[in-house]
Nanobody, 121 residues
Framework: QVQLVESGGGSVQAGGSLTLSCTGYTPTMQCVAWFRQPPGKKREAVAT????????YYADSAKRRFTISQNNAHNLISLQMNSLKPDDTAMYYC????????????????WGQGTQVTVSS
């Protein structure tokens, strides 16, 4: 049974950095993505990584601050987050899809349990 596991969340001050990791993805997943759900809001895509084409997508809020990448040696997808803002406070989820990359959660078959990121001002 596929199980995605996130790690690396925590509490930081504005301007700080965190790196989230997602392990457990399989070769059948064409896409691994990071979503987030701020308190009281809908879940939204942050970044996606196409594991075959090595292409990426970033939400506007993540551009120039976040980097999604694949670490084959450790079989993980990481999300490097810099210049964090209080608006980045959310539960962050790793998701996997077998057929392509999308920024809509309905296309993802596999989900982790989430890791909390809290950014204080």
């Amino acid at each position: 049974q596929v199980q995605l596991v996130e790690s690396g969340g925590g509490s930081v001050q504005a301007g700080g950095s965190l790196t989230l990791s997602c392990t457990g993805y399989t070769p059948t997943m064409q896409c691994v993505a990071w979503f987030r759900q701020p308190p009281g809001k809908k879940r939204e895509a942050v970044a996606t990584y196409h594991t075959t084409a090595a292409t990426t997508y970033y939400a506007d809020s993540a551009k120039r601050r976040f980097t999604i990448s694949q670490n084959n040696a450790h079989n993980l997808i990481s999300l490097q987050m810099n210049s964090l803002k209080p608006d980045d406070t959310a539960m962050y989820y790793c998701a996997g899809a077998n057929d392509g990359c999308y920024n809509l959660e309905d296309f993802y078959e596999y989900w982790g349990q989430g890791t909390q990121v809290t950014v204080s001002s």
